[in-house]
């Protein structure tokens, strides 16, 4: 029976992590890890609270990907510093795996890695381990692997460029490939969601500035073509917090949707936190565009997680196939369009 | 949360899929092709099965039907693309006399509409009023136990095969616009009344109606004289889930059979990377339209009244229908302008057609301006938009 509501434990877990943010993600923090983008205290504080073991299965259950999602959306929310979605899917691959996940900073990268590299993977500047895949195989590199730490990124997010030479082989072969899938649809669900995140607080930033800010003697809110702009980029928002809820859902149930929805939103969260921090800087007139005012962190935010995850064009495939495995199966029932 | 229908709620949407598969082949063109979007055959076996009173209590004769079952009976017939508007708009003014009619109204009106034997229309837009309804200038004056009814009506869907109109009439010119309306149920035989067919880019008929100098009795007052406004709200409340989130549906199956059928000249369309982009972000969109249409339904289940979900998902499936159908034509390319049903256009004409019917969707039941002004004040908290008067 569908059902749109939030569990109690998700509403205990927003709440808890919403203080912890408030306390340790200020605007002021996260200017402060600029600009390799990583907040170690921060890090130690969400230990504290329980990640990323809590992605980890407890008494052979696994964690909910509903519950990390939720996590996920108000790290975005707050452009937190601290590497939550990538070291949550490296716990969930190495549990599903049946390998140990010790006490260190193990991130993951979501692309596959070419000529024995893992590129432009977040948080890789910083992290003790990576897991890659490369061709049919589950790598796993560090700690003492060679790490590319690039001088300039658009956002932080620690990237780095991780040489697998020496990494040690986790998986290979068809369970290799297929955990891999797994653990890259879990990536492009808590990535949607911390996108999903990043859009409602880069909009609620413009509308609250459109709220306060006057010219012509009126709040400029008040004018219709900004506002309308700010209400179709709160549809988008909406719709990507609903896409992330359902791809989430899909994943904890296995549901034989669960890759093809994981791709459609993280590309659809990508498209609206790209629209909702646009308009949302617009809205801040020539303020929005410097960098004294925080939209532009969430602009930027943004921008770079949609990067990571190939944008609308690396989920074509993903959602055609979705497309049409959904209209065989209800044309199973012989609908037949009349 | 959850994102599947229950077992009984599956079992009734393969029931609707079965009679839909056993409806004569072409059904869908050949509604379409009538102008009307509605077709009595199809009523008369729904009527039939007790599906246009599914959602009534079984008390009531009706078949209890919970909300998502009602869900899942538009979205299979939207799959379809056999119009039910006729329906639709009948069921949404006999769920608003059930709460606001007379006695008489409950045991005359309804079960003649329930039954499958009348369907209403609705009167509100006038020539010089739509997005501003409230503003509506036909008059309902008094004569002695009745009215009388004079003005025009302009967009009255359905007027050449309904019974009644639900129509909004001015009782008060002297007090703020919304508190001087009444609403009223007139019956389309009556003297004075005529109805003109206005043709549409989308093929489908709606009309003017005229009403001059008809007389009805104070039974067909609907609520409290000056009251219309308030009984509008409850029918509001009532218009079902946002209409293009079906048309995308029924869009993407057409638009999906024409993509994996190699044409006469080369490979299917669905191998050309335009073509995949295309679809892929149209099944996004309708993903998160069935998203927020089901979110609206599970209010309804709650007994929540779905407020600006309601406008969020108006505007953004409208849209998305719009841009689907768009960028859907532009792939389809030149052969796009050969058009109908059954004359060997691609997709048997529906990738075009929808082009042309989409605008509509962005344009009633609210444009999409308007759910956007609903949305920045009551989602977004904005300051209500002021008018900049000439001079000032
Ligand atoms: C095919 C069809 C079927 C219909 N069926 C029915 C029916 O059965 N019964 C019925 O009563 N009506 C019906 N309508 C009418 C429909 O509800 C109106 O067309 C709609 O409400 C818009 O009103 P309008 O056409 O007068 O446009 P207007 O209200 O004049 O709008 C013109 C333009 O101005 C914009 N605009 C208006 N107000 C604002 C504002 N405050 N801020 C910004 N922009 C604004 C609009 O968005 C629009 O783009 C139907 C219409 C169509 C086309």
Redesign the pocket.
Known sequence: MMDFALSSEQLDLRAGLTALFADHSTPARVRAAEPLGFDPALWAVLGGFGFPHLAGSRDGAPARLADLAVAAQDAGACLASAPLVETLVATRLLDRLGAAAGDDLVTFSPRPAVAGVARTVPWAAVADRVIACDGDRILIAGPGHDVERPKQTLAGLAIGHADLTGATVLAEGPAAVSAFAEARADWQVLTAAALAGVAAAGLHLGVEYAKTRHQFGQPIGAF?ALAHQLADAAALVDGAQLLVQEAAWAGDTGSPRRHGLAAMAAAFAGRAARQATDRGLHAHGGYGYTLEYDIQLYFRRAKALSLLSGGESAAVDAVVALALADTDSDSDHDTGRR | MDFELSAAQLRFRDEVRQFLAGLPPQTSAAVHDTGTLHSWDVHRAMAERGWLKAAWPVEQGGQGRDPFEMATLNEEFARAGIPIEGWL?AELVAKTLQIVGTQQQRHEVIPAILGGEILL?????EPD?????AAARTRATRDGDGWVIDGQ??????AHEASYVFLLARTNPDVPKHRGLTMFLVPLDADGVQVRPVH?LGG?R?NATFYDRVRVPDSARVGEVDGGWDVMMVALAFERQPAAAGHLLHLLGRALDWARTAGPDGPAPIERPEVRACLARAYTDLEVSRLMGYRMTWLTSRDVLPHTEGSLAKLFSSEALMRASASLVDVVGADALLTGHGTGAPADGWIEHEFRHSV?TT????????QR?IIAERHLGLPR?TARRAGS
């Open positions: 219709q | 708009i229309c609705l009167g509100y837009s009023s739509g997005s501003d309804v009506k302009m967009f009255t869907t359905m549409t489908e709606t509509v344009i009633y039941a609210g444009t999409s301006e308007i002004g938009a």
